[in-house]
């Protein structure tokens, strides 16, 4: 990175993009982008000083970013080929790096903590950074979502040697990563149109396991799929949440509102550990989060007091209102198994109240693999909004729509809907507890929902 004083992020909005534009940002460069469409994260990323913005026309890049020497091109793989940006630096000779061998680049001199996984990478990670941060181990992190903590997806210490990473399996990008510790969170199949096959997926897994350096550590979830491969000298560990393995909860207890249970390591038991966002899918999240911490030498009073004041991501089952009357919760499931342990633990924290959901499927392949799984996840609401596809960076398939899954949809409460009459359609029903989902652009309507709800 020596020889470069400008990055040009195409894509700069993305989750996984908008950390990196942060970083250089914080160290001094200028930085300047393109993305599709406006949305918090990029407003956000302007006013710390980047130059974003949402045409591709080339006559738009800065002075500052049209020199090959000086400038890194940096993109992801959800970019067409066809970009009119993307052409102008591959016709001028422009360096053109994927945002995931940047990364790799940038995390290769510390020691890299890798949490990779279908999903619950998010959270683990988020929760892994943030016991971290608030040790004297410290730690750098790139996440995948907005830590409520710190109100981004960036974390920086000038003096630690650690590196929290969200590692993405999507386009085999983490594979550009090289761990010193890694967590695989789960493995259930998902990004077919990539991999075309659940053997190709976990191949995919099985390959990152043997990144991982010598002297580290594999925390891989007990009975999921991948069979690992790691180099000779990096030791294996399992966890879940209450079924064994080297790192478990035992003696939980649900209930007012929180969850508190005893985290089990192989020469420890760290009692009355509370969750600050007490869901119970973040007992199994919380114990491969804090594996690591303590693998790595954080102690129990850190991690008691880090695990208590955890606030959670933003769009991770997000509590947007709760009241006596209404609760409205927002999360960024997007994978049928996602869904389902979203909506089973809502029913856990409310199981006496009528729960009903707004799903917006995500990607036009996702829906034609698995319109089947989504439908049996759903069916687990009382009551369901079901919008049309966002298509993020695909073309329309044809006769794949959401009514795929709706008329698999069991509940006999359902709906189709476009979004544009969405808030119209909520004005028009009493609901007890409302769960937000799907990893779209659901969240640009969030505040306007919650008005309408407090109303």
């Known amino acids: 990175m020596e020889n470069f004083t400008s990055l040009y992020f195409i894509g700069a909005g993305g989750i996984g993009m908008s950390a990196l534009v942060r970083y250089f940002l ?19 990323l302007i006013n710390e000083g980047a130059e974003i913005v949402y045409d591709e026309n080339s006559a738009l890049i800065p002075e500052y970013c049209r020199h090959p020497k000086t400038t890194l091109v940096v993109y992801t793989p959800a970019v067409p080929e066809s970009h009119n940006g993307f052409s102008y630096f591959r016709e001028n000779g422009f360096t053109i790096v994927k945002r995931a061998k940047l ?23 988020s929760m892994a950074a943030h016991i971290l941060a608030q040790s004297p181990l410290e730690c750098n992190a790139f996440l995948g979502g907005i830590l409520k903590n710190y109100n981004s997806n960036l974390i920086l210490s000038n003096t630690s040697e650690f590196t929290v990473i969200e590692a993405d399996e999507y386009d085999r990008s983490f594979h550009q990563l090289s761990p010193y510790m890694a967590v695989i969170t789960a493995t259930d ?28 550590a594999l925390v891989i979830k007990k009975g999921i799929k991948v069979q690992p491969d790691v180099q000779k000298g990096v030791t294996i560990y399992q966890y879940s949440a209450d079924n064994g393995g080297d790192f478990h909860a035992q003696n939980i207890r649900i209930g007012k509102g929180t969850i508190i249970f005893d985290f089990v390591t192989p020469k420890e038991v760290i009692s009355d550990i509370e969750l600050g966002v007490p869901v119970k899918i973040n007992i199994e999240n919380s114990v491969a989060a804090m594996a690591i911490a303590w693998l790595n030498g954080v102690d129990a009073v850190d ?20 009241t006596a009357n209404i609760v409205m919760i927002d999360d960024y499931a997007h994978h049928p198994d996602e869904l389902k342990a979203s909506i089973t633990s809502v029913r856990a924290l409310y199981p006496d109240k009528k729960i009903s959901g707004i799903f917006q499927p995500h990607l036009y392949t996702r829906t034609k693999d698995f319109y089947k799984e989504f439908a049996a996840a759903l069916s687990l609401l009382d009551e369901l909004i079901l ?7 695909e073309q329309p398939i044809p006769g794949v729509t959401s009514k795929l899954i709706f008329d698999k949809v069991t509940c006999s ?25 799907g990893a779209g652009d659901i969240d640009r309507m969030l505040p306007a929902i919650k008005e309408i709800l407090s109303a």
Not at 303 to 317: C, D, L, N, W
């Open 303 to 322: 991690i008691r007091k880090a695990m208590a004041s955890f606030k959670g991501a933003k769009r991770r089952f997000d509590f947007w209102l709760k």
């Open 189 to 216: 199949p998902d990004h077919l149109d990539i991999y075309g096959t659940e053997e190709a997926y976990l191949e995919s897994f099985r390959y990152f396991t043997s990144l991982i350096q010598p002297g580290g």
């Open 387 to 393: 919008l049309d596809i966002y298509p993020a960076r």
């Open 413 to 437: 409460n359902k709906e189709l809907c476009h979004k544009d009459m969405l808030l119209e359609k909520i004005k028009q029903r009493n609901f007890e507890v409302l769960i937000t989902l």
């Open 26 to 44: 914080a160290k001094g460069y200028h930085v300047a982008g393109y993305d599709r469409t406006p949305s918090d994260l990029t407003e956000a």
């Open 103 to 125: 990364l790799g680049m940038i995390t290769r001199t510390s020691k890299a903590l890798c949490f990779a996984g279908t999903h619950g990478k998010t959270t683990t990670s």
